[in-house]
Structures are given as structure tokens and as C-alpha cells.
């Protein structure tokens, strides 16, 4: 079916696409120089993060839905290259209503449509190998902070953040240009050659609206169980900096290093776990996600100085990834590839939700102990072992559907 269409192409495209748009991590390397250049406070600047965040799952179900009716291409090259664009205004802003619209606004609907677009259509082309093609895009995605954060430290030092913006950005839109090229749409009901789907999918491969989606006892434990497993994966992400000065002693510069590391480890652990979940399943995958995360927890609360931070840092980075990388491919095997674009981005609420909670509980704990971040790491700690149990009932629930 489709001989012409080279899947490992299109994912390859895809990936390099989302490199640009999973940029918007590394903002806390243009945060404090833009600030300090426009004389901003940083509680104005962090707006447009918040900004860009909250709005997420209104481009990713607008985007699946484009992408459900065969608008594949569009979106993701549209959303792309808005993205790019926004990145480059975003070097000629001169309020911070401004910086709202282009990093906030803007380059958060961007990368809702890229998103949703090229994880819908990667997941379509590879059916038989759903935790793998999910892990190296999200992964991908997960990695671009480690490449433009030393890049845009570089050019800020010998410029300014404006002129960083504007220089990156004028790159992503060349990339984004060039990589839209190649992007192909799933043809419908696609099945690599010499591949025969397992007997059993038939059964849980039925293709779901949302409406039936959320009608589905099950949709509401997927969606707890994203919440859950995202939350302190979000959290670590949100203060790694803070945490490692205020409670195991970091300098700044030492602690900027664990930022990275952290990236690094929720990459890598997008494309081990997917792979990982290929073979033993999606529900024994998190069963253990959910272990390591609650034990790396622990290690940070009990395991002093740079030995237990970077354990810690580690294991949670991994296990964050995997969360990104296994949720799409459970919710395409529950409710069918047909509408995975809007279906996916109704259960990415779950994420919105943790994304918006996690980081809040972290700053008001640490807060309240002299910068201690055990309270919210006990909060984490019960969080994944809920979600330990909801991964039970899942499961229970399964095998009956």
C-alpha cells in the first residue's frame, strides 16, 4: 500500500520540526537577558511561558481534527512555520503585550498544530511500531533544549536576547521550510509491508469519536494517569535550578548543568520506554514508570548532596519522557487511529492540568520551608502511587474491553 511513501522519511521530517518547536523549554536561557535588556520583571517575561502553556490544548484538538479530515501537511507545515515566524518577532518586541502575543500566543498555537499533526500521522504510519516512532518524536521534541540552550547563550553573550531570537528564528524557518517538504500524509488503514497486525488488535481497534471517547469509563483512568505521571516530570522541569541550589547546595552555573542533564534524560527516555512499551506492553511499561518515579522521589528527599540530585534528576527525567512517549499510542490502541488527532488532545488536558498544578505546589511549599521542596516531593511521591493504582484498574478494565 502506497510503495512511493517512505515512512522513515516522514518521521525523520517530523522530528527535525519539532526540534525547532520544542525550543519553547529552553526560554529560561532568554528569560533573565531579556529582562535585564528591556528592564521587564521576570514575573512579566514568565507570563508568555504561561501563556504558551495553558493554551496548549486548544491547537492540539483543532490540529487533530484538521488532521483527522486529511489536512495533514497543512497543519504541521502551518504550525511550524507560524511557530518559527513567532520566535523571530519575538526579537522585535518592545512591550510585553507584545511578547504575549508572539512567544505566548503565537508560538504556543504553532506548536499545538505541529504537535498534534506530526504525532497523529507518525503513529498512523507506524502501526507496528507505535512506542518506537512515538518515543523518537516526542524524544526529538524533548531534546531541543539541549541543543539551543548553549547556542542561544552563546549568541546572547556576544549579542543581545533580542538579536538571539531573531537569529534562531530566521533558522527554525528555514528548517521548517525545507523539512514541510517532505511530510506525507498516512494513507488511510496503512500497513508496512510484511507486516501482519496481531490477531487480538482487531478487538481494541475500534475507531472512537471523542463524544464515544468520553463515554468510556476507561478515558477518565487515561486521563487521570497522564495527570498523574506528568506532574512531577513537570514539576523537576519547572524548578530543577532552584532545587538543586536551595537544597543540595548547587551553584547557579552547576545547577544550569542539571538542567541539561534533566532534558537529556527526558529525551532518552521518550525513545526507551517507547520501545520498551513495544514489546512489553503499555500497562507493564508504566507499571514501571510509575516504581522509578516514586523511588527517585524518595532518593531526593532522603539521598543528600550532588549523588542523590543527580539520581533523582535522572530517574525522573526518564520516567517524564516516558510518560510523553507511551500516552499517544494508549490512547491510538483504545480508540483507533481515525480520530487520534482530537482524541489525543482532549486526553493532553490531563498534561495541561499538571502542567498548570505542579509547578504552583513545588514554588508554595518551598516557599513556606525556607526553599525545602520535600513537602511537594511527598505530594509527587502519593501522586505516583496513585497512579500505580489507576494502572491496576486500567488494566483490570483491559482485559474486559
Not at 512511493?4 to 520540526?17: D, F, G, H, K, P
Not at 536561557?29 to 501563556?51: H, R
Not at 504575549?100 to 507506524?126: D, I
Not at 526507551?272 to 508504566?286: E, M, N, Y
Request: with cysteine.
Amino acid at each position: 500500500m502506497s510503495k512511493s511513501l517512505n515512512r522513515w522519511q516522514v518521521i525523520t521530517a517530523s522530528t527535525a520540526i519539532l526540534l525547532c518547536t520544542g525550543a519553547v523549554y529552553a526560554f529560561s536561557v532568554f528569560a533573565g537577558p531579556l529582562s535585564a535588556q528591556t528592564g521587564w520583571s521576570m514575573s512579566e517575561i514568565m507570563m508568555a511561558f504561561t501563556i504558551n502553556s495553558a493554551i496548549g490544548p486548544i491547537p492540539m484538538i483543532l490540529g487533530g481534527y484538521l488532521v483527522d479530515k486529511g489536512y495533514v501537511k497543512w497543519t504541521i507545515a502551518l504550525g511550524a512555520l507560524l511557530f518559527a515566524l513567532s520566535f523571530f518577532l519575538t526579537g522585535y518586541v518592545t512591550t510585553p503585550t507584545m511578547l504575549y502575543l508572539t512567544y505566548g500566543l503565537m508560538a504556543g498555537l504553532g506548536q499545538g498544530f505541529a504537535y498534534s499533526g506530526a504525532l497523529s500521522n507518525t503513529l498512523r504510519l507506524f502501526p507496528d511500531k507505535r512506542g518506537l516512532a512515538s518515543g523518537i518524536l516526542t524524544g526529538g521534541m524533548g531534546f531541543a533544549a539541549v541543543i539551543v540552550s548553549p547556542i542561544a547563550s552563546i549568541i546572547i553573550q556576544s549579542h543581545d536576547a533580542k538579536f538571539a531570537f531573531r537569529a534562531i528564528g530566521l533558522v527554525y524557518i528555514a528548517v521548517v521550510l525545507i523539512a514541510s517538504f517532505f511530510i506525507k500524509a498516512a494513507p488511510f488503514g496503512y500497513e508496512p509491508e510484511g507486516w501482519n497486525p496481531p490477531a487480538q488488535a482487531g478487538k481494541g481497534m475500534v475507531n472512537k469519536t471523542w463524544t464515544d471517547m468520553v463515554q468510556t469509563p476507561i478515558f477518565y483512568i487515561i486521563i487521570s494517569m497522564f495527570f498523574v505521571g506528568a506532574f512531577s516530570g513537570l514539576m523537576i522541569a519547572s524548578q530543577a535550578s532552584p532545587i538543586g541550589q536551595s537544597m543540595f547546595g548547587l551553584s547557579a552555573g552547576t545547577a544550569a548543568l542539571y538542567v541539561s542533564l534533566y532534558s537529556i534524560a527526558n529525551s532518552s527516555g521518550r525513545l526507551i520506554w517507547g520501545s520498551v512499551s513495544d514489546k512489553i506492553g503499555r500497562s507493564k511499561t508504566l507499571l514501571i514508570i510509575y516504581s522509578v518515579v516514586a523511588v527517585a522521589l524518595l532518593v531526593l528527599t532522603v539521598i543528600p548532596g550532588q549523588f542523590g540530585f543527580t539520581l533523582g534528576i535522572i530517574g525522573l527525567g526518564i520516567c517524564f519522557g516516558g510518560v510523553m512517549g507511551v500516552f499517544p499510542s494508549i490512547v491510538m490502541e483504545n480508540y483507533g487511529p481515525a480520530n487520534q488527532g482530537v482524541n489525543y488532545g482532549i486526553v493532553f488536558t490531563g498534561y495541561s492540568l499538571a502542567a498548570f498544578f505542579a509547578p504552583r505546589v513545588a514554588v508554595q511549599m518551598a516557599t513556606a520551608n525556607n526553599g525545602n521542596y520535600s513537602q511537594a516531593f511527598y505530594i509527587a511521591i502519593i501522586l505516583a502511587l496513585i497512579g500505580l493504582g489507576l494502572n491496576f484498574l486500567y488494566m483490570k478494565l483491559h482485559k474486559k474491553g
